[in-house]
């Protein structure tokens, strides 16, 4: 059981260069969540999605685009890298509306530099 | 605005021994979910316990448990009999019953003296 994936796990990016962070999910869950990790914040929420064809805008979404064109694919784009974009990337998924004390399965994360 | 609040940046405790970690939250919410998470060096985010605000008993899953005093907007988990694996980040985790969205403190990192 897979669970949540995320892939790159690692990547190093110049400034100004655009790239995709893929997550997916086998569980069939309909929410999906973006978070940023950096150091003395915890985690905060960049984007998430309700359902396919969803997505809305979370703490910080500027400089980050969402897809969800798949129930399965939240999909995580960095159209001009910064280096204030340096960070740890988790995707979560989570079932549906009434399962109010389900948590969150997370995937790995993804370690992103932009130099 | 939700807020959650983890006011100890870092704790040690000796193993074998037992362990308070603080949380404390702001909602107006009267219905809403608790979480604790570990994240290892490994970087994976693992529940440890979860509670509804609606239950007044305590949740526990085997050497964890949480105090969970509402009226104070409290949520702390105690960790017991303190193991090496045990050390970590821990994060507290607030979901209101009427919003997708999670909120999660700032995180305590935890050490476990051998």
């Known amino acids: 059981n897979a669970g949540v994936t995320q892939t790159p796990k690692f990547r190093v990016l110049k400034t100004g260069q655009s790239m995709t962070l893929l997550c997916a999910q086998d569980?069939?869950?309909?929410?999906m969540y973006w978070y940023r990790q950096d150091p003395g914040m915890g985690l905060r929420l960049i984007h998430y999605s309700v359902g396919e064809g969803t997505t809305a805008k979370g703490e910080v979404p500027d400089g980050y685009n969402v897809s969800r064109l798949k129930k399965q694919n939240f999909l995580l784009g960095l159209e001009s890298a910064a280096p204030s974009q340096t960070s740890v990337y988790f995707c979560?998924?989570?079932?549906?509306?009434?399962?109010?004390?389900?948590?969150?399965?997370f995937g790995d994360g993804t370690r992103l530099s932009i130099l | 605005a939700q807020t959650v609040t983890q006011s100890q940046p870092e704790m040690s405790v000796q193993e074998a021994e037992t362990v308070t970690l603080s949380c404390t939250y702001d909602t107006s919410e009267s219905d809403y979910y608790l979480f604790w998470y570990k994240q290892p060096p490994s970087r994976q985010m693992i529940l440890v316990i979860r509670q509804e605000a609606y239950k007044q008993q305590n949740a526990t899953e085997n050497r964890f448990s949480v105090n969970f005093q509402k009226a104070a907007k409290s949520f702390s988990l105690k960790i017991s009999d303190s193991q090496l694996g045990d050390a970590a980040m821990y994060f507290c985790a607030h979901r209101g019953s009427g919003t997708y969205k999670y909120i999660f403190g700032t995180g305590t990192r935890l050490k476990v003296l051998a």
């Open positions: 569980m069939n869950h309909e929410y």
């Open positions: 979560a998924s989570r079932v549906g509306w009434f399962t109010g004390n389900q948590p969150q399965h």
